[in-house]
């Protein structure tokens, strides 16, 4: 059995990580593209286009058994898209993490917070109002400003805090009890968003996922390889990546060689 994973840098290591903790027989391929990085701001087509490129890679060169989408931007803007068009079986994150805001509210107020296209997409607002029996309150929150700053490596700093506080006062004070984290570089963020709002349930869909993987179902093998791609170096991947999982080697592709047709 083998996995890939894909985001369009590094913060999809968090999904890779903690899919890596818990099948660790699995094998893991995860490609990063940090040559065309940041996806929060770029259209549907934009990102359905990329996106497609990566699973492509992953599945051409590794023959993976299911593609990951790490990156709640593509997950909201490509999902569709891959689901249609690929023969294997697709995950985003999209749709675990509403299933677990779900489980955890008790006052059905729920606050989605990320880049602007995955709020723009309205993906999570849309699947929580589909899957919720009960009628939801939704808060969505674009913070375009806060993965600059987990790429800068300023996690606990009051730079933050105070942009924290500048995005998410005005949800928080609609009453949400439940908090998603819709953008792969907010999980590093968790622990300063609960010491400002400890009364928030914080949901990581790379937490969220481990279920949608089970049911697919995994095989016991050895040990599994894992490998980390990139489209282009960059020096704030290598310091998140040792940060979230330590020294395995990164490996720089060729745009060129994925956008070809
Ligand atoms: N990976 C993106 C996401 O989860 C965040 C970074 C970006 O804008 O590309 O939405």
């Known amino acids: 059995m083998s996995i890939g994973v894909f985001d369009s840098g590094v913060g999809g290591l968090t999904v890779f990580k903690s899919i890596s903790e818990k099948f660790q027989q699995v094998d893991m391929y995860y490609i990063g593209d940090t040559a065309r990085v940041p996806y929060g701001n770029k259209s549907m087509d934009t990102v359905i286009k990329y996106s497609k490129e990566l699973a492509n890679f992953l599945i051409s060169n590794f023959h993976v058994d299911l593609i990951v989408v790490a990156c709640n931007t593509a997950s909201s803007y490509a999902?569709?898209?891959?689901?249609?068009?690929?023969?294997?079986?697709?995950?985003?994150?999209?749709?675990?993490?509403?299933?677990?805001a779900i489980s955890i509210t008790k006052n059905n107020k729920i606050g989605v917070i990320g880049t602007q296209a995955t709020i723009k997409s309205n993906s999570y607002a849309n699947i929580l109002r589909a899957l919720s029996k009960n009628g939801l309150n939704v808060y969505q929150k674009a913070c375009p400003l806060l993965v600059p700053l987990v790429e800068e490596g300023k996690i606990d700093h009051k730079v933050t805090e105070i942009i924290v506080k500048e995005y998410l006062d005005e949800i928080v004070d609609e009453g949400v009890d439940t908090l998603i984290l819709g953008c792969t570089h907010y999980p590093v963020l968790k622990p300063l968003i609960k010491k400002i709002y400890p009364q928030l349930n914080l949901v990581d869909s790379s937490e969220a996922i481990i279920n949608y993987i089970e049911k697919i179902g995994i095989n016991k093998f050895e040990k599994g390889i894992r490998n980390i791609y990139v489209t282009d170096e960059s020096s704030s991947f290598e310091i998140l990546k040792n940060m979230l999982i330590g020294d395995i080697p990164t490996f720089k592709i060729d745009l060129d060689s994925i956008t070809k047709d």
């Open 79 to 100: 999902i569709d898209y891959l689901k249609n068009n690929l023969t294997i079986p697709v995950i985003g994150v999209v749709e675990p993490g509403a299933t677990s």
